[in-house]
């Protein structure tokens, strides 16, 4: 260990694996967007983004403006195509016209702001339309729907490269709902027949093939969390965690440890403290439940997590193979995947990825394709 940092370490070549896995699923006729909003799921664009490029991914979506502007400066050729979730707002404007960002307009009000700028431009503005069919987060309603089918002039000066929805219980493929907005979605999609039309996420890839369509957009899938949570994960885990011990210690029979004093030990206890918290992402719900592991062996959190440090029981691991201060525990990887530590904190993957604080060292993994039929060993670069 060459600091008291905990590691996370970001394989890109297990992305890039997903990436054309998810290819292969959805077939030749069907493209395969790719999400990196929220720094690329806590995993860092400005690493992940380009080795997607790499791969062929040519259609990005990020969240708001400013992760498409921080997305250009890392994919700067006119063929990354980046469109932007949140839609259009003409504080935006010259985010979007400096970085050629593609909105996706969520209601009549954005529509009408890009219009005007296309307007203002005396050009023909590339856009997407976010029909809502049963979220009720972003997206058209039913009547701005029909008043923009009714009211073709409501889009002069965009061209409509894409329509999508979104579906709300994809990760349930037996959900009526999902039938209902496939549907609702391609009676909106027919009045628009040269644009894209996109449905499925990661578990709607997944759901059925019914969902693909001319585009997907997966996100969680990309960075190993699980599309088909009634399956075994099909994707590889991209993500790893390891923290350092601080220090080693033995607790007495009848004494507690971490504040409040949430638990109190029936038995002489040897303990490690290891060098993370609720400030690294590692949830203060995970108190008392949750899990490390070393060389394999489940080490239980005793004790309230704190900001910086969780205390773990080592009574499961032999004593001749206890750790040592200054070695890695595992977080997540082989052992515990980002969904099960999810599962035990009472969350979801998506939340443990992007919640991994600033803190960590990161590490990107690339193995070059000799790598992977057995030549050279993965090559290591820090951030």
């Known amino acids: 260990m060459d600091s008291a940092r905990g590691l996370l370490s970001i394989d890109l070549q297990a992305l890039v694996q997903n990436y054309a896995f998810l290819r292969q699923r959805v077939g030749k006729t069907c493209a ?64 979007f016209q400096d970085n050629a960002l ?3 307009l969520n209601s009549l009000e954005q529509i009408d702001a890009y219009r005007a700028l296309a307007q203002r431009m005396s050009a023909v503005l590339p856009a997407a339309l976010h029909f809502d069919t049963g979220m009720n987060r972003l997206g058209l309603e039913a009547r701005e729907a029909a008043q923009i089918t009714d009211s073709p002039a409501l889009l002069e000066r965009l061209d409509v490269r894409m329509v999508m929805s979104h579906f709300a219980c994809a990760d349930e493929p037996a959900h009526p709902m999902n ?18 039309k996109s449905l499925a996420n990661s578990s709607g890839i997944f759901a059925s093939g019914d969902y693909h369509l001319d585009m997907v957009r997966p996100g969680m899938a990309l960075y190993g969390l699980n599309p088909a949570p009634e399956q075994n994960n099909p994707m590889h885990g991209v993500v790893k965690l390891e923290v350092p011990v601080l220090q080693l210690r033995t607790a007495k029979k009848g004494q507690t440890c971490g504040y409040g004093a949430t638990y109190r030990f029936e038995n002489k206890t040897p303990l ?8 690294d992402g590692v949830f203060r719900h995970l108190s008392n439940r949750g899990e490390l592991f070393w060389q394999g062996y489940a080490c ?28 890695m525990f595992e977080v997540i990887g082989p052992h515990q995947s980002a969904d099960a530590l999810a599962a035990k904190a009472g969350t979801i993957g998506y939340e443990i990825l992007t919640a991994l ?3 960590y060292k990161r590490v990107y993994l690339e193995r070059s394709a000799k ?13």
């Not at 490690?272 to 400030?279: L, M």
């Open 32 to 95: 395969v967007a790719t999400v990196v909003k929220a720094d690329s799921y806590g995993c860092g664009m400005g690493r992940v983004a380009p080795a997607l490029y790499s791969a062929g991914a040519r259609v990005f979506f990020v969240a708001s403006a400013e992760e498409g502007a921080a997305l250009r400066t890392v994919l700067a050729g006119p063929s990354a195509e980046i469109y932007v979730l949140n839609g259009f707002f003409a504080c935006d404007r010259a985010v």
């Open 102 to 104: 593609i909105p996706v």
């Open 179 to 196: 039938a209902g907005q496939h549907a609702q979605f391609l009676h909106y999609a027919a009045h628009f027949p040269k644009a894209l």
């Open 272 to 279: 490690a403290v290891v060098g993370a918290g609720y400030a």
């Open 300 to 327: 239980p959190i005793r004790g309230r997590v704190s900001m910086d440090s969780v205390i773990v029981d080592l009574s499961a691991v032999p004593e001749d193979q206890r750790p040592h201060a200054g070695d």
């Open 357 to 359: 604080g600033p803190r």
């Open 371 to 383: 790598r992977i039929s057995g030549g050279k060993s993965a090559s290591e670069s820090g951030a």
